[in-house]
């Protein structure tokens, strides 16, 4: 490959060379405007022939033939391969919203986060990604467990309040659950 793109670099440049010289030697006039116009299309050829030998198969998918070692490709596995892409960018923005909840609430040691779900609305497509719209957050103990459910009950609803702030939600799109069991929803 670097010797094919050797070799067309090496050509291109010999013959915008040979151009420049050609029209320096020429005296102005009609015939000097033909001969550039010729060096023109010879320059326009050559770096064609280039791309041409750079790119391979090209001359296949211009004639409208697969390429030799290309395989057909169906819509079904267009398609699928869409569902995967949006399936891990759920996955990773899942993750990425996870890594923030574990950061905001690492003031909170008597938490520990066990998974966090994004509540979102819209699709995922070329240009638009779909709108944050709420967190579920499923915590568990930690170091330091308050003692009561009273005092538990109020830090898990600071928790939802300070989850809200941070990303711009009210307070009624977040649900925080501590060990499977609602606490601090409100709706």
Do not use: N
């Amino acid at each position: 490959m670097l010797e094919v793109l050797a070799d067309a670099v090496r050509t291109v440049v010999l013959v915008v060379l040979l151009a420049v010289f050609v029209e320096m030697l020429l005296p102005s006039g009609d015939m000097a405007r033909f001969v550039r116009l010729v060096m023109g299309l010879f320059v326009v050829a050559v770096v064609l022939g280039a791309v041409w030998q750079l790119v391979p198969g090209l001359g296949a998918v211009i004639s409208g033939q697969r390429p030799e070692g290309v395989e057909e490709v169906s819509a079904t596995g267009v398609q699928a391969l869409q569902d995967y892409y949006r399936e891990a960018a759920w996955q990773l923005m899942e993750e990425q919203v996870g890594r923030q909840v574990g950061t905001l609430l690492a003031e909170y040691p008597q938490f520990a986060v066990l998974g966090v779900r994004v509540v979102a609305d819209g699709e995922w497509s070329w240009g638009q990604i779909p709108r944050l719209r709420g967190l579920e957050v499923r915590l568990g103990p930690g170091e330091g467990l308050p003692t009561t459910d009273e005092v538990r009950t109020r830090a898990l609803e600071e928790v939802k309040s300070r989850l809200a702030q941070s990303f711009g939600l009210s307070p009624e799109r977040v649900e925080v659950r501590w060990q499977g069991q609602p606490a601090g929803r409100s709706e």
